[in-house]
Antibody, heavy 117, light 111 residues
Framework: EVQLVESGGGLVQPGGSLRLSCAAS????????MVWVRQSPGKGLEYVSS????????YYRASVKGRFTISRDNSKNMLYLQVGSLTTEDMGVYYC??????????WGQGALVTVSS | DVVMTQSPLSLPVTLGQPASISCKSS???????????LTWFHQRPGQSPRRLID???NRDSGVPGRFSGSGSGTDFTLRISRVEAEDVGVYYC?????????FGQGTKVEI
């Protein structure tokens, strides 16, 4: 059974940072590109960042480029998202998902990021 | 970015009756090889999205046959032939043809 389990969310002050993690199991992690998607009441579902199966290439939506860093450790079946210089615009539930053939098949349960002083 | 527009945004349904949701994209979702990258998801309250349909009309494993997808180019439709109680929640379309992938606003289905 495919499982994606996010962790690392929490309350952070404006300008602060967090590292989100996604533990993958039940499939050959190193075969799959991965993506982070966030969901907020104001913006709905929104692509944040993605990474190729090898980790050689990374992509970011414009609003997070330079502040967020996606990475993966295929030896540990782990996906990461380092998020920094956070604003209230970055608040929401962050999901990791498998990305294959321009679609997202499997999703984690999400990690809530709250930005508040 | 490609804008995905769903309608209606709220859909009251009756158990056993059909329902349909429209999704329109601001650009064609047809890839050069001929595939069309339009996905439908269902999200129940408190849960993460679950993929229902890929490439316009391909149902995922375990998705009931009452769900079907159709459309081409920029106009797409998700149909539920006979609504069941477990179908409540929010339905989203997503385009994968153009980077970044973008989602519709969601259609809330309630009994």
């Amino acid at each position: 059974e495919v499982q994606l389990v996010e962790s690392g969310g929490g309350l952070v002050q404006p300008g602060g940072s967090l590292r989100l993690s996604c533990a993958a199991s039940g499939f050959i992690f190193s075969d799959y590109p991965m993506v982070w998607v966030r969901q907020s009441p104001g913006k709905g579902l929104e692509y944040v960042s993605s990474i190729t199966h090898s980790g050689d290439n990374t992509y970011y939506r414009a609003s997070v480029k330079g502040r967020f860093t996606i990475s993966r450790d295929n030896s540990k079946n782990m996906l990461y998202l380092q998020v920094g210089s956070l604003t209230t615009e970055d608040m929401g539930v962050y999901y990791c998902a498998t990305s294959h053939d321009y679609s997202y098949e499997y999703w984690g349960q999400g990690a809530l990021v709250t930005v508040s002083s | 970015d490609v804008v995905m527009t769903q309608s209606p945004l709220s859909l009251p349904v009756t158990l056993g009756q059909p329902a349909s949701i429209s999704c329109k994209s601001s650009q064609s979702l047809v890839q050069y090889g001929g595939s069309t990258y339009l996905t439908w998801f269902h999200q129940r309250p408190g849960q993460s999205p679950r993929r229902l349909i890929d490439k316009v009309s391909n149902r995922d494993s375990g998705v009931p046959g009452r769900f079907s997808g159709s459309g081409s180019g920029t106009d797409f439709t998700l149909r539920i032939s006979r609504v069941e109680a477990e179908d409540v929640g929010v339905y989203y379309c997503m385009q994968g043809r153009h980077w970044p992938q973008t989602f519709g606003q969601g259609t809330k289905v309630e009994i």
